[in-house]
């Protein structure tokens, strides 16, 4: 079965920039939405960015103009880059990978931001 792994994560200060990356354990083919989603300690797991197989992104409100979610960057099968931290976007973020066809859906494990001073 397919796995995929984030990495990246770590402590940062607010108004710094962090990169994420996700990584599959083997290759995948006829893959569509690929998203980042994240859960603060206490909340629901939400939706930070996602691109369809076509390109389309998608952000949630607080990560407008901040984040921006990347395909295909070098062996990382998805990316997140994310600029102006704010300690409210501690958590952990996970990254999804569907089938066009709703044939397969794959999620890391997820991996720790914190932003703090």
Do not use: H
Request: charged share 25%.
């Amino acid at each position: 079965q397919v796995r995929l792994a984030e990495s990246g994560g770590g402590l940062v200060q607010p108004g710094e920039s962090l990169r994420l990356s996700c990584k599959a354990s083997q290759r995948i083919s006829g893959e569509g939405d690929m998203a980042w989603y994240r859960q603060a300690p206490g909340m629901q797991r939400e939706l930070v960015a996602k691109i369809s197989r076509g390109g389309r992104e998608t952000y949630a409100d607080f990560a407008k103009d901040r984040f921006t979610i990347i395909k295909g960057d070098g062996k990382a099968t998805l990316a997140l880059r994310m600029n102006m931290l704010k300690e409210q976007d501690t958590g952990v973020y996970f990254c999804n990978i569907v089938g066009a066809w709703n044939d397969f859906n794959y999620w890391g494990q997820g991996i720790q931001v914190t932003v703090s001073s």
